[in-house]
């Protein structure tokens, strides 16, 4: 059962709806920067990965999703006592959906007058991250 789903997308195309759609399903929300002010310009009730996290996003928005709050909430192995429990601990919740799409990297470094500051800035850390621990999580969480 999908309780908590994270967004955090570059292509924002159709986000807005697919959200509403999660919400009306009482699916909570976490997202991050842009997205999260997207989501919530059209009202839907987003927490902010900052709130989650207990940290702030930092360095350009560099880091966001890669603290343990989001990660061990996507791996954790739902019929692991082991992991449940060390959730609990920590008071961490597990995250059930993970919705990414990375940065437009191929076409960034295509245009002619790229510089290498901003191919550099286009190679997508968090999400990539996230959807490979969703990947392996796969039993767990929908990617």
Do not use: W
Not at 10 to 23: C, H, N, P
Not at 52 to 62: H, K, N, Y
């Amino acid at each position: 059962m999908i309780k908590k789903a994270i967004i955090s997308v570059s292509d924002k195309t159709g986000i807005v709806d697919f959200a509403k759609r999660l919400e009306k399903l009482g699916i909570g929300i976490i997202s991050t920067g842009g997205t999260e002010k997207t989501l919530k310009q059209q009202g839907v009730l987003v927490t902010n990965i900052s709130e989650v996290t207990g940290f702030p996003e930092c360095l350009d928005g560099r880091v966001k999703t890669l603290h343990p709050k989001i990660h061990a909430g996507i791996l954790a192995v739902r019929d692991n006592k082991e992991h449940m429990k060390k959730l609990e601990e920590l008071g961490i919740e597990t995250i059930d959906m993970v919705v990414v799409n990375l940065y437009p990297f191929k076409q960034t470094i295509m245009k002619d007058d790229v510089t290498l500051k901003e191919a550099m800035e286009n190679i997508d850390i968090g999400g990539s991250s996230m959807l490979r621990a969703a990947a392996k999580n796969y039993k767990g969480v929908v990617a």
